[in-house]
């Protein structure tokens, strides 16, 4: 899970982001569902609210997430045609540019899930 998101802004190629997306999507399910089962295995007589604790966790994170990678973003999509004077709109300048900016939060993202799968 965290190799896929470290190397997702790395991907050159369609079928290079196909394969960090299909590791992510793959970990995140075994995850999802190994987590469940051993909380619901743990807490047998409590495992609502344990699992309830889970998501909220989960939760907390959808949150925070954004909050990282938000200084990372330049405001500017690639169909934006309003660009500031001197501002450069050709499209795949644009597109270089926020996917170099961008490199930064998914390493942030993949070391903390990293740091989270050996705790």
Known sequence: MA???????????LYQLYI?????????GAWNNSNNVWLMEMWQHNS???LLFSQGIYGIGTIIGPLVV?????????????APVGYNTDENELARD???????PFLITGLIVLIGEFV
Do not use: N
């Not at 926020?98 to 930064?104: N, Q």
């Open 3 to 13: 190799l896929g998101t470290i190397f997702i802004p790395y991907s050159q190629e």
């Open 20 to 28: 960090c997306l299909f590791l992510y999507g793959f970990s995140v």
């Open 48 to 50: 609502p609210s344990v």
């Open 70 to 82: 938000k200084p990372y973003l330049s405001g500017l999509s690639a169909s934006d045609r309003s």
């Open 98 to 104: 926020v996917s170099h900016k961008l490199k930064t």
